[in-house]
């Protein structure tokens, strides 16, 4: 039943593994139901409620203060990508799983990239993204999940 919500999207990364879960624990609290096990069913409902609001905010955290971040960014041209690469060298930061590409937008041509940066200490992401829109070259840059 749950199995279609379940994705494998780039990178390995799997994608609609709660949802799945989340029905699945529906469905047994259906079946709690309609055999008339009303208070294992409320019991099960409250208790997933709360697992699954808990995690979600313990990974919002965790992710949002982590030292690797996954990010694309979009540069003015290939000297951007340069500087800002230097830039991370000089932090101390560490980039691994680098892809760029050409993007054209209107009679411009742009560099894309998307890679994981891994900081020497945890940051709040927001911030530390905020850091990287000030260097020279980079046309837009936001973190990818």
Excluded: P
Aim: glycine share 12%; with cysteine; proline share 0%.
């Amino acid at each position: 039943m749950g199995a279609g919500t379940i994705i494998v999207v780039g990178r390995n990364q799997v994608k609609g593994l709660t949802t799945a879960a989340g029905l699945w624990a529906c469905a047994c609290m259906g079946l709690a139901i309609g055999i008339g096990f009303y208070e294992g069913a409320i019991i099960s409902c409250v208790f997933v409620f709360g697992v699954m609001t808990g995690l979600h905010n313990m990974d919002n955290y965790v992710q949002a203060n982590s030292k690797v971040m996954e990010i694309y960014v979009e540069f003015e041209d290939l000297s951007g990508l340069t500087s800002f690469l230097k830039y991370l060298k000089d932090k101390g930061a560490k980039v691994s799983n680098m892809e760029v590409q050409k993007i054209k937008r209107g009679g411009n041509q742009q560099v894309g990239s998307i890679m994981t940066v891994r900081l020497q200490e945890k940051y709040n992401h927001a911030e530390q993204l905020l850091e990287f829109n000030k260097i020279e070259g980079i046309h837009s840059i936001e973190e990818i999940s």
